[in-house]
């Protein structure tokens, strides 16, 4: 006969885990986490320029889904840090005087609902994205670079195999990779926004093949479809950028032999191979520079009556604005103007452009805060390329949510933005304080 001490040892209750071993699922499912948000954060960066690739009634596009995704997941395992550093509050300001004086308009003058879909895309683009994007160790950084890169790389080579199979798309809209011009769109939906974006991707491949990150039988390759993509756009805007990015970065840098082996291969494609470029290319951008008549080079005079008008309007707007989207209302033409700086003052007032350019200000700062970190000066210069590339660009475009246009500013200082925390490399004679060179002081894990 069993007593009851018997059943009490045969069915004793289950132990308790050790302290240490909960610590150590919680750490080994954090950083489970951790790795499938940086998956879905490289996919994020990778797809970002595919702007088209969204429902066609709702702008949000497979980037922006694996944006929200990686967000959220880093958001669930605390490694979540203030995108730039000490100048984080910088940041927040300019995108609340931004988005503050487009909703003051508003308020007075405009469409609130039209209103707050322009605010969100606005705060998607500079606050959700940067805080799930910067501030991350080097491995990471070099990472990301590398997916912006390749995925301008790989579009253009697309790109190239469809223009060159003759396809062209006649319809307006999503998808037109090759327009009934005869310019290469992409998935950017726009030959011009697709020439600039690609451009902006050229400082990063300079930064990694001088920093020996990506090796030169790589980057060549790489930087000739990069090349071929934007001649294939037939955009005045992308070349023009093209020629001051690499004024910009090579110059900066006292690099003269690079850009007198750039000027020569130039002057040779412009005197000898011209028969060989695509017939848009020779009608809407050389003709212009040959002949030195402005009218050539598409629709530049239609746009320079859209910033006139934008200039006599701004007067009566820039206390208060005319509302988030409501240019196109006013405007004898019924269009928006195509100048991001233009629109803002007459949507959102001067404290709107004022926002604006404070944004704009910020990855200068932290890149000239940088400069004293290893490849400190290539980082400030990078970032300085893809901000100018950027800064010009805008003055062709209107409203600048979509996330692909500043993507690459975001990856251009992301170097100067690395995240030092208990498990990264540090000096460890400096535990818990800035490391000598470092821009900014290491945020704990």
């Known amino acids: 006969m069993r007593t009851d001490y018997h059943q ?15 610590r150590g699922l919680t750490q080994n499912w954090t950083e489970e986490l951790h790795r499938w948000e940086f998956i879905l954060l490289q996919g994020a960066v990778f797809f970002a320029p595919y702007v088209a690739l969204h429902p066609p009634s709702l702008y949000f596009t497979l980037g922006d889904g694996l944006f929200l995704g990686a967000f959220m997941l880093r958001l ?8 730039f550093a000490e100048l984080t509050w910088m940041w927040v300001l300019g995108l609340l005087l931004l988005t503050g004086g487009l909703f003051l308009g508003s308020i007075f003058n405009g469409d609130m609902a039209r209103c707050l879909t322009l605010i969100s895309q606005y705060f998607f683009a500079y606050l959700i994205v940067p805080l799930v994007l910067l501030r991350r160790p080097e491995k990471e950084v070099i990472r990301l670079i590398k997916c912006g890169l390749w995925g301008m790389a790989i579009m253009c080579a697309i790109g190239i195999v469809i223009y060159m199979s003759g396809y062209t798309s006649m319809a307006k809209g999503q998808m037109q990779l090759v327009t009934g011009g005869k310019r290469l769109s992409g998935f950017v939906d726009n ?3 697709m020439a600039v974006l690609t451009v902006m991707s050229m400082p990063l491949l300079w930064f990694l093949l001088l920093s020996r990150q990506m090796r030169p ?3 060549l390759p790489c930087m000739g479809l990069l090349v071929t993509g934007v001649i294939l756009t037939s955009s005045n805007t992308g070349l023009y950028s093209m020629i001051a990015a690499t004024l910009i970065f090579f110059g900066g840098r006292r690099n003269f032999k690079t850009l ?4 020569c291969l130039g002057g040779s494609v412009l005197m000898f191979g011209q028969d060989y470029l695509p017939k848009t290319f020779q009608t809407r951008v050389l003709s212009a520079l040959d002949s030195g008549d402005i009218s050539a080079a598409g629709t530049f005079e239609h746009r320079q009556e859209l910033n006139m008008e934008a200039l006599g309007m701004a007067d009566n707007n820039l206390i208060i604005g005319l509302g988030a989207d409501q240019y196109r209302y006013t405007s004898q033409y019924g269009l928006p103007v195509h100048n991001t700086y233009l629109l ?8 709107s452009l004022l926002g604006y350019l404070v944004i704009l200000a910020v990855p200068i700062v932290a890149g000239v805060a940088a400069r004293r970190l290893p490849h400190g000066k290539l980082i400030l210069l990078t970032t300085v390329t893809a901000v100018v590339v950027f800064a010009n660009a805008t003055m062709g475009v209107a409203h600048v949510y979509g996330r692909a246009w500043f993507l690459f500013i975001y990856l251009a200082v992301s170097p100067a933005l690395i995240w030092y925390s208990a498990r990264s490399p540090q000096p460890a004679a400096y535990p818990g304080r800035r490391p000598p060179g470092s821009a900014f002081p290491p945020l704990k894990a």
Do not use: Y
């Open 8 to 22: 009490a040892t045969r069915f004793a209750a289950p132990t308790r885990p050790p302290v240490h071993d909960m």
């Open 76 to 83: 669930s395992t605390g490694r979540m840090a203030r995108p």
């Open 191 to 193: 030959p011009n926004a």
């Open 217 to 219: 039988m790589v980057a």
């Open 260 to 263: 007198i082996t750039v000027v």
């Open 344 to 351: 803002l003052l007459n949507e959102g007032g001067a404290l």
